[in-house]
């Protein structure tokens, strides 16, 4: 039986984050080069896309490229680059064909204006999709956002356009590139490492955590399915009482 015939679809996760770790160690694994590991995770993002778009997820936001990646050797930066553009680009007709809205949240500045203006592209040719938002974090670190939201909230006060103790957290929340999305309900990060490495933190503030063993080029719908059956067993509290989450969903 595959786990999503598992999953209640009443209780999907609106939204899901991953971090897609261990393209390197897999191509290693198999004696090829890390650019290997790279096209393959492109396949398992197709794969995994279609698995999110099947479940009824509406939100898949991808840690794509951080800005931490920028230190890499500059040769696999732009292997990195190019593959990144270029898929968007072969896979841009099935997305508009299935309803798959791209989207793109990080620190745009830093990309060569070519691959800016083909990422735009494809954010405007799909649109009007509907079914599904696939969103890129690139060029993209929790801290460079937060801080970015920082200063803008500084300035805001210092012009005079607002005063200090009105930052709440639904004022920093609009300043975050993420405005326009729901908060990920949960979070996937393959590859076997148990950590966040700097991806949306404050968005993930109450998200369910989900490590798996299995690197991200083997990596599917069905993988999926299973984190999503796993999100569905936990008892989400917001801090409240197991009593008071009971009663409200009486």
Request: proline share 4%.
């Amino acid at each position: 039986m595959s786990y999503l015939d598992q999953i209640d679809p009443r209780r999907v996760p609106r939204h899901v984050a991953i971090i897609m770790d261990g393209n390197g160690r897999w191509a290693k694994s198999q004696g090829q080069p890390r650019s290997a590991g790279h096209q393959a995770g492109v396949k398992s993002l197709h794969e995994t896309l279609r698995g999110a778009k099947e479940a009824g997820v509406k939100y898949l936001t991808v840690y794509t490229f951080s800005t931490e990646n920028w230190n890499r050797p500059r040769q696999e930066v732009e292997t990195l680059m190019n593959l990144m553009v270029w898929a968007i680009e072969q896979e841009t007709p099935g997305m508009i064909e299935n309803g798959v809205s791209l989207q793109v949240i990080g620190d745009m500045s830093r990309l060569p204006e070519n691959t800016r203006q083909r990422l735009q592209k494809c954010i405007s040719d799909t649109a009007a999709g509907k079914v599904i938002t696939l969103i890129l974090a690139i060029s993209y670190s929790a801290r460079w956002e937060i801080t970015r939201a920082a200063r803008q909230l500084a300035e805001k006060v210092k012009s005079g356009k607002m005063k200090a103790d009105e930052i709440t957290e639904d004022a920093v929340s609009a300043q975050l590139t993420t405005i326009n999305y729901p908060d990920p309900d949960l979070l996937i990060r393959t590859g076997g490492e148990v950590r966040i490495s700097n991806y949306l933190l404050w968005q993930i503030a109450y998200a369910e955590l989900y490590f798996c063993d299995t690197y991200w080029p083997e990596f599917g719908p069905e993988d999926l399915y299973k984190a999503i059956v796993e999100y569905q067993s936990r008892e989400r509290r917001f801090g409240k009482t197991s009593e008071q989450v009971s009663d409200e969903t009486k």
